[in-house]
């Protein structure tokens, strides 16, 4: 068995592994365009920090080991030009010495990842403007920020990864501005967690401007509806589309968001090729259907099914699904979400009853904080929905307890009654999970 | 309604507050023996750490606002000496001014808590020994501790409270030595953590026995059958036990471990009494029996289901019960554990799969540490019987995500398929949990 893996990065090298995993004979081949081998790209922001620490520390695993202790024929700066779903071959191109060769296949792995949005505004075509989508920009923007140290920068787009940057930044001593072209920021939040995020901004000093169109950049002037604005650099994080243009070409056939439509075995409509991880679709478990939402676990889970699917065609598993849970850091605060979110659920017409509890993360012990907890629950049966977190200290770990009981179909009567762990360094004796869910069961 | 409630530190608070809550109507007198509200008892070894933090800091709420805004009388110094259950009333002395009465009742709450396990050997009786039961046991032995300085201390058993208390003493540069009489520490876990927390003992300087003897203490030296210890300072912490004495003596029915025994509503067997918290069984879920497992959390809750029983006697609800979820902090070990362990599942002749994984806490993120993670779950189905942790970092709020899975039944392979939080500041892109539910998942 010979198996292509067109991508290297998560979904790709996960796919690789359990394949060899499962079937030591198969031949696997890897073919990365970049010169990274898999990596972390969700630590990219926060690798911005250390000045010292190489982004090579973000690799998953080195190359060595990749080649040697799992066996997988894995190529950098291998540019796949052309699938021939029919031939069952990929045509390549060896970007360091220019040779074109081409691979047969038996099953294929289309994991090439997604792109940031690049604006095509005048001006945003030069070399003070980065985005944070590889490794690569990351070293070209790492290098710049302590190699000339920007006066100011102007941060485009007010998602997870700005506010990452923008803690940064501060943490720099530098003070940037974020302008967003939404009308609010992270709409997969609530108000209630939207605005304990901006207020943070405030406090730290950050300029936070939404509804904000780019109109265009010259030289170090951006021009923008909401003024001009300098900048020594731009970080550009507006979003991301999935890679899929070699899939298409080749007859592929793409579903939501653009992303390769694949089934819950991650088949696609090509014979033989599979698809996972930031170019495909993620199949929600509490919609029951695929919808876009790149991120680093659904990949290496989705590659594992994958190199599964792949060795055992008569007893293949589904993927199971997200929940789109997602957590990230901004300075102090931990942002996190699980289950459906307010807009999904308004467009379910789901008639949700929301709690927001604040409430202390320790018992009587020094180095605590304070959390915001957001219940969305179903009225009358009290299924919960979906949560949010905003807080101090321990937050991401505490919203797993909550995603497992979205996994589990928890209702908030359930919620109140678990068993949490105790003592006053780690929370109060009523944590503030069992708080929301004891006002939650009142108010369903 | 006149409800009286002998105890008022968890289980009696909180079963006064919730009728208060319930029947704003109702008379409810709490007979608390000690001068101290309400208090965080789990806190005890944790405040010894600062010696500027009063331990009334430990108090849940002021006098004046359980008196005020929750409408309960709660007295102080007032020791009950006697139940009539026939009568419906019990006989109250005010420690203080040595004033006798009687207060009638239509509930009676027998919310006494438990005792330190003292000891009865010779030169055991002095000043110099102390116990951690109560707030004054707490008071006395922080003024000892920072008043005259002990140059060496004695810890008498290896349970929480004094691995806690041992912790502390490192931190005042003292370098304690733990006997304990049993064997091995922390019978409740399995070797692969007690080992852990043995190794950071030694790390630590502090000389831990087991198996020992205490023979008798003369002056400053302890006579041990492991040698004669020199010691300024006497702490024993040896297990404790139910306070029941007064429940007894009014003909009322004792169960597991001499706790009250009561049933899934929390009634004793005396008409109109009921009772909860570390004077009490407590209903082990996962058993399907009463266990003794006095802790705070259950205490608390169990407090609320009297309260709510009370007020409602046509639509009591039942005490769901607890998952022996429990957690103490070890120098920078967190030690956590939920389920059952191996000792229950031993006596229930379980087919167990044991598995033990190693991990990092965070991902390409610094500050982070290690976690091992003991899963122990059913041969063949998967069903996740207990977990155990240890490890620096979130290890608390991670097991709660365990306790979850075992409160609604999880098997090993759901539980790998959980959306778990991922950034690399607050696990790896493959959580411990998932990687230990991924190995176990294999072996059973």
Same mark, same amino acid.
């Given at each position: 068995?010979? +198996?292509?893996?067109?991508?290297?990065?998560?979904?790709?090298?996960?796919?690789?592994?359990?394949? =060899?995993?499962? #079937?030591?004979?198969?031949?696997?081949?890897?073919?990365?365009?970049?010169?990274?081998?898999?990596?972390?790209?969700?630590?990219?922001?926060?690798?911005?920090?250390?000045?010292?620490?190489?982004?090579?520390?973000?690799?998953? %695993?080195?190359?060595?080991?990749?080649?040697?202790?799992?066996?997988?024929?894995?190529?950098?700066?291998?540019?796949?030009?052309?699938?021939?779903?029919?031939? =069952?071959?990929?045509?390549?191109?060896?970007?360091?010495?220019?040779?074109?060769?081409?691979?047969?296949?038996?099953?294929?792995?289309?994991?090439?990842?997604?792109?940031?949005?690049?604006?095509?505004?005048?001006?945003?075509? #030069?070399?003070?403007?980065?985005?944070?989508?590889?490794?690569?920009?990351?070293?070209?923007?790492?290098?710049?920020?302590?190699?000339?140290?920007?006066? *100011?920068?102007?941060?485009?787009?007010?998602?997870?990864?700005?506010?990452?940057?923008?803690?940064?930044?501060?943490?720099?001593?530098?003070?940037?501005?974020?302008?967003?072209?939404?009308?609010?920021?992270?709409?997969?939040?609530?108000?209630?967690?939207? #605005?304990?995020?901006?207020?943070?901004? &405030?406090?730290?000093?950050?300029?936070?401007?939404?509804?904000?169109?780019?109109?265009?950049?010259?030289?170090?002037?951006?021009? $923008?509806?909401?003024? $001009?604005?300098?900048?020594?650099?731009?970080?550009?994080?507006? !979003?991301?589309?999935?890679?899929?243009?070699?899939?298409?070409?080749?007859?592929?056939?793409?579903?939501?968001?653009?992303?390769?439509?694949?089934?819950?075995?991650?088949?696609?409509?090509?014979?033989?090729?599979?698809?996972?991880?930031?170019?495909?679709?993620?199949?929600?478990?509490?919609?029951?259907?695929? #919808?876009?939402?790149?991120?680093?676990?659904?990949?290496?889970?989705?590659?594992?099914?994958?190199?599964?699917?792949?060795?055992?065609?008569?007893?293949?598993?589904?993927?199971?699904?997200?929940?789109?849970?997602?957590?990230?850091?901004?300075?102090?605060?931990?942002?996190?979400?699980?289950?459906?979110?307010? &807009?999904?659920?308004?467009?379910?017409?789901?008639?949700?009853?929301?709690?927001?509890?604040?409430?202390?993360?320790?018992?009587?012990?020094? !180095?605590?904080? $304070? %959390?915001?907890?957001?219940?969305? +629950?179903?009225?009358?049966?009290?299924?919960?929905?979906?949560?949010?977190?905003?807080?101090?200290?321990?937050?991401?770990?505490?919203?797993?307890?909550?995603?497992?009981?979205?996994?589990?179909?928890?209702?908030?009567?359930?919620?109140?009654?678990?068993?949490?762990?105790?003592?006053?360094?780690?929370?109060?004796?009523?944590?503030?999970?069992?708080?929301?869910?004891?006002?939650?069961? *009142?108010?369903?």
């Amino acid at each position: 068995m010979k +198996c292509v893996i067109i991508g290297g990065i998560a979904a790709g090298l996960s796919a690789a592994s359990q394949i =060899k995993r499962q #079937s030591p004979e198969a031949e696997v081949i890897v073919l990365e365009k970049s010169g990274d081998v898999s990596y972390a790209a969700c630590g990219m922001p926060y690798n911005l920090f250390f000045r010292d620490r190489p982004v090579e520390k973000l690799y998953a %695993i080195p190359l060595e080991a990749i080649r040697g202790e799992r066996g997988v024929d894995y190529r950098l700066h291998q540019e796949v030009t052309r699938i021939d779903a029919d031939g =069952k071959k990929v045509e390549v191109t060896d970007l360091q010495t220019g040779r074109t060769y081409s691979e047969g296949y038996d099953f294929l792995v289309y994991a090439t990842g997604n792109k940031a949005i690049r604006l095509d505004t005048p001006g945003f075509d #030069s070399s003070d403007v980065f985005y944070f989508r590889t490794l690569e920009d990351t070293r070209r923007a790492k290098e710049f920020l302590y190699g000339t140290p920007p006066a *100011k920068v102007l941060l485009v787009g007010a998602g997870y990864t700005n506010l990452e940057v923008a803690d940064v930044l501060t943490n720099l001593k530098l003070k940037p501005v974020i302008v967003e072209k939404a009308p609010v920021i992270l709409p997969a939040f609530c108000e209630e967690v939207r #605005s304990k995020v901006m207020e943070k901004a &405030r406090e730290k000093g950050i300029e936070l401007l939404t509804g904000v169109d780019i109109e265009e950049k010259a030289g170090r002037r951006v021009k $923008t509806s909401a003024g $001009t604005f300098e900048a020594d650099m731009v970080v550009v994080a507006a !979003g991301a589309r999935p890679n899929t243009a070699l899939f298409a070409a080749a007859g592929g056939e793409l579903g939501v968001a653009g992303a390769v439509k694949v089934d819950r075995y991650l088949r696609t409509n090509l014979e033989g090729v599979f698809s996972g991880g930031d170019c495909a679709e993620h199949y929600v478990r509490q919609l029951g259907l695929n #919808s876009y939402f790149p991120l680093g676990p659904a990949a290496n889970k989705q590659g594992r099914v994958i190199g599964h699917n792949i060795c055992n065609p008569d007893r293949m598993t589904e993927f199971w699904g997200i929940d789109q849970t997602a957590v990230f850091k901004f300075f102090d605060y931990t942002v996190a979400t699980t289950g459906l979110n307010e &807009r999904q659920l308004q467009t379910l017409s789901k008639d949700v009853v929301k709690v927001v509890v604040d409430g202390p993360t320790r018992g009587e012990f020094p !180095g605590g904080g $304070t %959390i915001r907890i957001v219940l969305l +629950c179903e009225k009358g049966s009290g299924l919960l929905l979906g949560c949010q977190m905003v807080g101090e200290d321990v937050v991401a770990k505490r919203l797993d307890i909550l995603a497992t009981a979205i996994y589990k179909n928890m209702t908030v009567f359930e919620i109140a009654e678990l068993d949490l762990s105790y003592s006053p360094p780690y929370a109060p004796v009523w944590d503030p999970v069992l708080v929301a869910a004891n006002v939650a069961l *009142k108010k369903v």
